[in-house]
């Protein structure tokens, strides 16, 4: 039999029909990988018995005909989804042994469709972090490896925040992954991992029961080895939710039904702002590539103008920020997860926050207060809030051009553990071409596109017009055909 | 050491009977006096050292939205439920958990606006008011910051001096409560109660247009009414449903502002009266003295009847205003204004100009009867198809009169209005006499049962049976051969000597009319 492991979900979920294989064989298969995967730290918490029982409720679904969308395809979680009765904690130590007595919408709705959970994957903290090195549970190594110029490995990053997702989708221990995107947390370590990652329009996925980092710019989205399996997992995950006053009552449409292949007469903008100083050649090359392929699949590519992008990701260490020192302020001890007690109620807030928040979120925390103080709220806040405005409308004014947008994912392949790590604005830089997309609340998508020169693989961005996902997925489909056939990475060959 | 200050009004003191609140204006419509031309005579002053001082008040009331569930849970809001088992994952600010706004609390907000005959806006925001508190389970408390639901306004307040005087609104934003903090239940622990915790509340805030604590109770007293008729806050200050906060600053008559201090925990109306006082009092000390009033929160001591400082300037909130990212802006249909505005309740001051024109009452009385909803409902019941007057002096001479003196509300009358129009209805066909009335009223409060019953249980029915009549006043004259001789020759005086002794003798159940009329006649022989 054909290593179940190495399966698409679309494949897996054909021959599960075809009855050529149970969901439990699949299951039991992946639970031997995620053991196998350890060393990678990709999950924070496994949960085989769940798996296991929802396997087998699975193949009763198959043999009595009655299975259900994703019946039996056993995902990885990101560890920001409250799942019911089990261990979630935002890759923090504040959240020490918190177990939801609810379920998120978006895991609520993947179990309803048949999804099987592996367990809970690792992330950065609290969302924070382009790396996955801000863990309390320690980073994640991404599947794919480096050589130093020496010729030894280089472990690298998968990405971040979502990680843990990223790195098991790749390394082939999870058949897809929930991911959660703020500034590029999902299209990021996509790239970096060579994997599909789909931020849906803000608004398609409700946030109800996903830990909050940023709430006006975090959304749920998928990670897959496909474009196919994408459009299949967000189908589920898409919806209205009357619990999250931010999601948009709107049909999802037929996301299968929106890959035709044909994007003829399709205009396809190219920002020319994303063409930063100092960008890698490699990345240039990619990016072209990717113009060459659509081209070729009868698109036309347009030259348009993002005047404000220079100003997306000073924007966005505000806003971002402002959010989450308020949404954090709910972890203070009083009601679940850490306390470290004090003499006074003050006190103990000073030690649980200070001991329970790692470095990144801390830092945060404060330049989030201190935009929002009072004094500061016009120059920091409020001018955030006007420029995020100018760039949204550059994006509409855009859109009046072209029907998508083509730019790269990241500004690099996957650096190495250790890189970058002291000093926090190269790490934001990760962010520059993601983050625009984010603070317009607009779709974005990355594709692989094969690998650079390094040997590792990059992504291209698709960023589309609002609740537009059909054509972000109809162009990442035939971008993704036009690439071929991804290698495995090193870990899984 | 305590300074005397002499507090100059001419206003009657405060009373605990609600009657003496209502006004006599004397006009068939509210008259308003614009605070600039208050007449000098009526002004509250406080005579400092070094000369006149004028109190300047504005009021920022939180109203408790009555609503089922809470703002932006469905968690229930009943008082008195036991500690921590009225309490959503929102309500507790768990993770991930997201609020969404409860449409009825939104408008139960536009109803009082209307109610205030105040501005509502079409589009609001909810922002955060960001601060740590143990009974503050999200680290911030869900408000209305910059774009509130209701803006300005307008209230009238009865004044015990019989003028109206009108009170501008500032605004009214929803937000959501606190928690509660037990520090009385562990020697070294403080406890938390969260059924409290995102139950809507209205913060109403009036423009500084007050000038005495009198006025002061009477906006609030005012509101509480208003706000009853709407069915939109209970208003009951001792449950907390109603709480103010009070800004006061002094200024030498018509001069500039002062500085405010906001003095809260405010939670009766006496204790209003008091804390104004106390802390305009205290302004004026501290400036006589040349010292400086701090702007600042304050903190009203019940048990010692004082305000004192709540936090220094260093420990001053920062409350890092900002739009709530989980709630889009309100919008609100102009339809659904319209809608609400077209159910609203006759509210008190169109009612009292209503029971003028139609009942033909005088003012007082007018104000008496509106002054809660269940009374003016209760009058109209008793009044209806029967003399108003009459069924006016019941009400509030006979009935609130007694019911105050057990510290009832009309609600809980052991005398139905039914029962009471009955009682007035046997005054009208002459069963009983008017003073025979007031005992069976007396009697029908201590038993609750109707006049009719209690008239033929006591034979209290007016004897109209001339032959009877006649039979008792030639008892009584047979009994007083001098009397009569004396009538006769002239002593007409002692014609109520005979009407007395009739009615004595009837036991007062007889007809004074006829007794009159017969004994006339007996007694000219």
Known sequence: ?493 | MQRQGVVVSLQPSMTSNPLALCPESGHEKPLVFPLSQSAETMAYRIQGETGEWEVVIGLEVHAQVISNAKLFSGAATAFGAAPNSQVSFVDAGFPGMLPVINEFCVQQAIKTGLGLKAQINLRSVFDRKNYFYADLPSGYQISQFKQPIVGEGTIILDLADGATREVGIERLHLEMDAGKSLHDQHPSKTYVDLNRAGVALMEIVSKPDMRSPEEAVAYVRKLRTIVRYLGTCDGNMDEGSMRCDINVSVRRPGGPLGTRTETKNVNSMRFMHAAIEYEAQRQIELIEEGGVVVQETRLWDTAKGVTRSMRSKEEAHDYRYFPDPDLLPLVIEQELVDQIKASLPELPDDKKARFMEQYKLPSYDAGVLVAEKARGDFYEEVARGRDPKVAANFVIGDLLGALNKTGKDITESPISAADLGGLIDLIADNTISGRLAKDVFALMLETGKSAAVIVDEKGLRQVTDTGAIDAVIAQVMDANPDKVAEYRSGKDKLFGFFVGQVMKASQGKANPALVNEILAVKLKG
Request: charged share 20%; proline share 6%; hydrophobic share 40%.
């Open chain 1, 1 to 493: 039999m054909t290593n179940l492991t190495h399966l698409s979900m679309s494949e897996a979920l054909a021959g599960l029909k075809a009855k050529d294989f149970t969901a439990l064989e699949l299951t039991n298969a992946y639970i031997a990988a995620v053991e196998a995967a350890r060393p990678l730290n990709a999950f924070i918490t496994e949960t085989p018995d769940i798996a296991l029982e929802q396997a087998k409720a699975s193949d009763a679904r198959y043999a009595a005909g009655t299975n259900l969308p994703l019946d039996g395809m056993p995902l990885g979680i990101k560890d920001l989804f409250c799942t019911k009765g089990v261990l979630t904690t935002a890759a923090s130590h504040i959240l020490d042994g918190f177990k939801p007595e609810y379920e998120s919408t978006i895991t609520e709705n993947l179990f309803r469709d048949g999804a099987v959970m592996l367990g809970k994957l690792n992330l950065d903290e609290f969302a924070m972090g382009s790396a996955n090195i801000t863990s309390y549970y320690g980073p994640v190594l991404n599947p794919w490896t480096g050589k130093d110029p020496a010729g030894a490995d280089r472990k690298l990053v998968p990405g971040g925040s979502s990680g843990g997702s990223a790195a098991s989708v790749s390394g082939r221990f999870a058949i897809a992954a929930t991911g959660t995107d703020t500034g590029g947390s999902i299209r990021q370590p996509a790239s970096f991992t060579g994997i599909v990652g789909l931020k849906p329009t803000y608004g398609r996925c409700s946030r109800w029961g996903t830990i909050a980092f940023a709430s006006s710019l975090d959304q749920a989205g998928p990670m897959t080895r496909t474009v196919r399996d994408a459009a299949l997992m967000l189908q589920s995950m898409a919806g209205f939710d009357p619990k999250d006053s931010t999601s948009v009552d709107m049909k999802v449409p037929d996301l299968l039904a929106a890959m035709t292949g044909d994007i003829r007469g399709l205009r396809v903008g190219i920002p020319k702002e994303y063409r930063v100083d100092g960008m890698p050649v490699e990345i240039e090359r990619v990016w072209s590539q990717g113009i060459e392929w659509l081209k070729a699949a009868g698109a036309t590519p347009v030259e348009v103008s993002l005047p404000h992008t220079k100003y997306a990701l000073a924007t966005y260490y505000v806003v971002a920020p402002a959010e989450c020192s308020s949404n954090l302020a709910r972890y203070d001890g009083v009601r679940f997860g850490l306390r470290v007690e004090g003499k006074d109620l003050a006190e103990m807030y000073e030690n649980t926050r200070g001991e329970g928040f790692g470095k990144e979120v801390r830092r945060r925390i404060l330049i989030g207060t201190y935009v929002l103080s009072a004094g500061y709220y016009d120059a920091y806040y409020l001018k955030a809030q006007k420029v995020r405005a100018r760039i949204a409308e550059d994006f509409t004014k855009a859109f009046e051009q072209c029907d998508i947008l083509l730019t790269p994912t990241a500004p690099s392949t996957a650096f190495a553990i250790g890189e970058k790590q002291d000093d926090p604005i190269a790490m934001y830089l990760n962010d520059v071409f993601t983050v625009p997309a984010s603070l317009a609340g607009l779709p974005g998508m990355s594709v692989p596109a094969g690998l650079a020169s390094d040997g590792l693989p990059l992504g291209l961005q698709l960023i589309g017009r609002p609740f537009d996902e059909e054509t972000l997925l109809r162009v990442a489909d035939v971008i993704e055909k036009a690439a071929g056939p991804q290698p495995l990475p090193p870990y899984c060959r």
